[in-house]
C-alpha cells in the first residue's frame, strides 16, 4: 500500500456484511479522501458478501482480504504503522472485541490509527446496547443530529465520555433530486431481509404489491430484492421473497418484476417508494421521491417503523391504492439528517475536520471502552469469547494461526459450511418450527 501523506491517509474498513461493507467503504470516503489508499478485511461468518455482493456497492478497494476476528488484530498489530484511520462497520459486539483487541496490539505505541465506527442506517432497537458496545472508538458516528443527540444521552446517562460522538449522515445519500414522473410510472417496494419476519406477513406485502401492480396496469411495479437465493446480507432472510412470488397463483402480473442492483440506480427511475422501515426510505426522501412507511402491519418497533412517526409519509395499501400520495415533513426530515435542503454536502466536514485533528496529534491515549472487568464482568467475557478473544483482548488458545493462508481444501470446507448454514437458516429451521407448532 501506498505511503501516506497528510493529504491520502491510509484505510482499513473490516465489515461482516453487504450493508456494512457498503456503509464502511463509502464512510472512509467520506471522512478522509477519494485518493485514500483503502484495504478492505470481511470478516468472516454467515454473512461474508459475495464478489456479486460487492461489486453492486460500486467502492473499489486496493485489496480485500477475509479474515477472522484474530486474524485482523495480528495484521493490525504487525501493520500498524500501514494503516492512518480503521473503521470497524460490524454489529455491536464484533466492534466491542475489535476495540478490546486492538487496544492490547497497540499497547505502547505512541501513534495508533484512528479508530471509527457507527450504524448502518436506522437506530430503532438496542440503542443503549448497541452503542455501549460501540464506546471505546475514537468517533462514534451518528447519522443525524437526532442520533447524535440519543447517543450523548446514552453515554452520558452511564458517566462515559461522550465526546466521540460526531454528527454526520448516512454516506450512501445522493443522486438527481426527484422533478417529473417517468414513463411508465414507477412504484417501488423496497424489500427488507428480516422485516417483517413471518412468512405470512412477508406473503401479505407481496400479495398486496401484486394487487397494486393489477389495479394499475399503466404503472411499472417492482420488487427491489437485497439478496439472491443463497445470498446473506447484515440479517437472516428465512422467507425469501423470490420464493413467494414462485406461489403467487397466476404468476406475477406483466408490470410487476423482481430487481436487484445498485438502490441508487433504481431510485432514479422510481416515483413512489414503499418499504416498511429500510434505510432506502431515507434514501428517497434524500431525493425528494415520495416515500410510504407501510402501516399495514402496525406501527410496531418490532418493525421499526415507528422511528418514521412524525414523518408524514406512514401509509396503508388501501390508502396507495386509492391515489394517495404522501409529502414528507421537512422538520422532521432535517433533524433525521437526510438534507434535503441541500447541506449533505457539508455533513462530514465535522467527522473530516475531527479524524484530520487526530492524525495530527504527536500521540494518542490508549483506546478505553466503557465495557470493562470492571464495569461489566458478567458480560464482556462472553462478548470477547464470541470472537475468540480473552478478557484481556489476547486471543484464547485453538486461535487461527498468524498469517496462514486458506488453503484449497480449507476454502472449500469454508464456502461449505457458509452454504450448510444459509441452508439450514432458509430452508431446515422454518420447517422444523412448523413441527414445533403442529
Request: glycine fraction near 8%; charged fraction near 25%; aromatic fraction near 6%.
Amino acid at each position: 500500500m501506498p505511503a501516506s501523506t497528510s493529504e491520502t491517509p491510509r484505510v482499513a474498513v473490516l465489515a461482516d456484511s453487504d450493508t456494512r461493507w457498503k456503509w464502511g467503504a463509502l464512510t472512509a470516503r467520506r471522512i478522509t479522501t477519494d485518493e485514500s489508499p483503502l484495504g478492505g478485511f470481511l470478516l468472516r461468518g454467515r454473512a461474508t458478501p459475495t464478489p456479486r455482493q460487492l461489486d453492486e456497492v460500486g467502492v473499489r478497494a486496493d485489496s480485500l482480504d477475509e479474515v477472522t476476528a484474530v486474524e485482523f488484530l495480528r495484521a493490525m498489530e504487525r501493520d500498524a504503522d500501514r494503516y492512518d484511520v480503521v473503521v470497524l462497520a460490524l454489529v455491536g459486539g464484533a466492534v466491542q472485541a475489535m476495540l478490546h483487541g486492538l487496544a492490547r496490539a497497540w499497547q505502547g505505541r505512541t501513534k495508533r490509527p484512528v479508530v471509527v465506527t457507527g450504524y448502518v442506517g436506522v437506530v430503532y432497537e438496542k440503542l443503549a446496547d448497541g452503542l455501549l458496545l460501540r464506546h471505546g472508538a475514537d468517533l462514534v458516528l451518528a447519522n443525524s443530529r437526532h442520533d447524535a443527540d440519543r447517543f450523548r444521552a446514552v453515554y452520558e446517562g452511564v458517566d462515559a465520555d461522550a465526546s466521540a460522538v460526531t454528527e454526520c449522515a448516512l454516506p450512501f445519500l445522493g443522486g438527481a433530486p426527484y422533478e417529473e414522473k417517468h414513463d411508465p410510472y414507477t412504484v417501488v417496494f423496497a424489500a427488507q431481509p428480516s422485516v417483517p419476519d413471518t412468512p405470512a406477513d412477508r406473503a401479505y406485502l407481496l400479495g398486496r404489491l401484486v394487487q397494486h401492480a393489477r389495479l394499475h396496469p399503466d404503472r411499472e411495479v417492482l420488487l427491489k430484492l437485497r439478496s439472491k437465493p443463497g445470498e446473506h446480507t447484515t440479517h437472516i432472510e428465512e422467507a425469501p421473497y423470490q420464493k413467494l412470488a414462485q406461489r403467487i397463483e397466476g404468476g406475477l402480473p406483466a408490470n410487476c418484476r423482481l430487481v436487484y442492483g445498485h438502490m441508487g440506480e433504481v431510485l432514479d427511475r422510481t416515483d413512489l417508494l414503499v418499504t416498511v422501515s429500510s434505510t432506502a426510505a431515507l434514501e428517497a426522501m434524500h431525493r425528494r421521491i415520495p416515500t410510504v412507511l407501510l402501516t399495514d402491519l402496525g406501527v410496531r418497533e418490532a418493525l421499526g417503523n415507528h422511528h418514521f412517526t412524525g414523518s408524514g409519509c406512514l401509509a396503508s395499501w388501501d390508502q396507495l391504492d386509492a391515489g394517495h400520495l404522501p409529502e414528507a415533513d421537512a422538520r422532521w426530515v432535517a433533524r433525521q439528517g437526510v438534507a434535503a435542503d441541500g447541506t449533505y454536502d457539508t455533513a462530514f466536514d465535522t467527522a473530516r475536520a475531527r479524524v484530520t485533528g487526530l492524525l495530527a496529534a504527536d500521540r494518542l491515549p490508549p483506546l478505553a471502552p466503557y465495557y470493562s472487568l470492571t464495569t461489566a464482568p458478567g458480560y464482556l467475557p462472553r462478548i470477547l469469547a464470541r470472537h475468540h478473544l480473552a478478557p484481556d483482548g489476547t486471543p484464547l488458545p485453538g486461535a487461527p494461526a498468524a498469517g496462514k493462508e486458506a488453503g484449497p481444501v480449507r476454502q472449500i470446507v469454508r464456502r461449505a459450511a457458509r452454504g450448510a448454514y444459509r441452508h439450514g437458516v432458509q430452508r431446515v429451521a422454518p420447517v422444523i418450527r412448523r413441527m414445533g407448532e403442529l
